[in-house]
């Protein structure tokens, strides 16, 4: 079992940038997948990045290629979002999530298995 606990978000002007965070228990973290997603209100949650176990390998929504960056650091347990040139269509929760799949088979939500709480991203015009 693995904890998550996001941290990072708040409000920012459009154009802004914000570092998410999340870090997770156990000493296991280096098994899972790791993923970042958010949900907006009326809207489906949807996977903005994911990185692999080693952190070699990545995955972007088209929605934020080139503005968003994830990375981990296995040895501190902690996996990163760092947000530039941030919309207002960036408003959202966000959520981390560990999944015990293989990078390739970890698109979707429900291929996850733990979820931190969420943190709050605000961006205005």
């Known amino acids: 079992q693995v904890q998550l606990v996001e941290s990072g978000g708040g409000l920012v002007q459009a154009g802004g940038s914000l570092r998410l965070s999340c870090a997770a228990s156990?000493?296991?973290?280096?098994?899972?997948?790791m993923g970042w997603f958010r949900q907006a209100p009326g809207k489906e949650r949807e996977i903005v990045a994911r990185?692999?176990?080693?952190?070699?390998?990545?995955y972007y929504a088209d929605s934020v290629k080139g503005r968003f960056t994830v990375s981990r650091d296995n040895g501190k347990n902690t996996v990163y979002l760092q947000m530039n040139n941030l919309k207002p269509e960036d408003t959202a929760a966000y959520y981390c999530?560990?999944?015990?799949?293989?990078?390739?088979?970890?698109?979707?939500?429900?291929?996850?298995?733990?979820w931190g709480q969420g943190t709050q991203v605000t961006v205005s015009s």
């Open positions: 999530a560990a999944s015990r799949r293989t990078f390739a088979s970890t698109s979707y939500h429900d291929e996850y298995d733990y």
């Open positions: 990185v692999s176990r080693s952190g070699g390998s990545t």
């Open positions: 156990g000493r296991t973290f280096s098994v899972y997948t």
